[in-house]
């Protein structure tokens, strides 16, 4: 990629070939992390990328440089075109992945692996069925702890998403570590983060150190492994001696990874966002529908992203509230 003078760069010199696609805000769970409780304003239906939107903005992309594209929601597999969606894509000279909660997965196996899906990420973040109904407010644990398995077995590269909360989860570590022992499953534990609505608290933050804390009063240091982490990885990622499967920490409060950046966030209804954190987005879509270039709304977005966390360089100015409270809630942005 570096070869391709045409990748998007920012004024810190970060390349930008990853652009991660939010397919619809709608989604078949209610995860309290993710959605407000008393649920989201959706855009009205004109507002959304139609499925040519979706590929001749993605074909922008490609031609500035990006590589690769994740589908994210609310939940991807819940949009009636997505098999489409994922069909035009794959013709693109991208790798192309997934983020999902896991609950349809089933029925799109055979049309994963016809787009050369090879790789996806699902999120769980109870292996308590009880817990796991309190936090998403359905009663889907079984279905996606079968699926996640579904998908191991039909040979995917699966990764296992899981959010920490003290008093919910934290007490479930070691217990999410051992899913990894017997199956090639890569866990992948996330520090808890602000977005608007999710009543975030930095008491409830699992640390990147209570994790690995946590690790070590369990397995002696001889059968922890620091695995090489690779350009552009947002995790710390081990594996337990003996184990098939890894885990990782995405510690984007503790210690966030925004030098290595390579990320672009495009929204259900046609905005980017250059930064998780920014609350300013730039809107692709209706100058697409004008017919004019989005090319030098993306190359202005990108030269406007901060170094850090949209200005939240410091935890201090990451615990105040009012930093984040303008951004979106976590299902409309995406993922």
Not at 49 to 77: Q, S
Not at 162 to 176: A, H, S
Not at 217 to 236: G, L, M, Q, R, V
Request: aromatic content about 8%; proline content about 3%; glycine content about 6%.
């Amino acid at each position: 990629m570096d070869g391709n003078q045409n990748v998007i760069t920012d004024t810190f010199g970060r390349k930008h070939n990853y652009l991660r696609i939010s397919l619809t805000e709608r989604c078949n769970l209610r995860c309290t992390y993710c959605m407000p409780e008393d649920g989201v304003q959706l855009s009205p239906k004109s507002h959304i990328m139609t499925y040519e939107e979706i590929y001749t903005i993605a074909k922008a992309f490609v031609e500035l440089g990006v590589d690769k594209i994740r589908l994210t929601g609310g939940e991807p597999l819940v949009r009636k075109d997505v098999g489409l969606i994922m069909e035009k894509l794959a013709s693109l000279p991208i790798t192309l992945t997934m983020t999902t909660n896991g609950v349809i997965v089933d029925r799109f196996i055979d049309q994963f692996k016809k787009c050369g899906i090879t790789s996806l990420n699902v999120s769980l973040d109870s292996l308590d069925a009880t817990k796991n109904k309190g936090i998403t407010r359905r009663s889907y644990f079984e279905k996606v702890y079968q699926n996640i398995l579904l998908l191991v077995k039909e040979g995917f590269h699966v990764k296992v998403n899981c959010v920490l909360m003290k008093g919910f989860n934290d007490d479930e570590i070691i217990d999410f570590i051992k899913l990894s022992k017997d199956n090639p499953i890569h866990v992948r534990f996330i520090e808890f983060m602000p977005f608007d609505g999710n009543r975030w608290n930095i008491d409830q933050m699992v640390s990147l150190q209570e994790i690995l804390a946590e690790v070590h009063s369990n397995y002696s240091n001889e059968e922890i492994i620091k695995c090489a982490d690779a350009p552009n990885d947002t995790t710390k990622t081990y594996q337990i001696k003996g184990y098939q499967g890894t885990f990782a920490i995405i510690s984007s409060v503790t210690n966030p990874f925004c030098d290595g950046c390579n990320r672009i966030r495009l929204t259900a209804n046609g905005h980017i966002k250059n930064c998780l954190f920014s609350t300013k987005e730039s809107d692709l879509l209706n100058p697409l529908r004008k017919g004019e270039s989005i090319i030098p709304v993306v190359q202005n977005a990108i030269k406007t992203k901060l170094k850090i966390r949209n200005g939240m360089d410091t935890l201090e100015k990451f615990n105040q509230t009012d930093k984040h409270t303008n951004n979106r809630s976590m299902i409309t942005i995406g993922g």
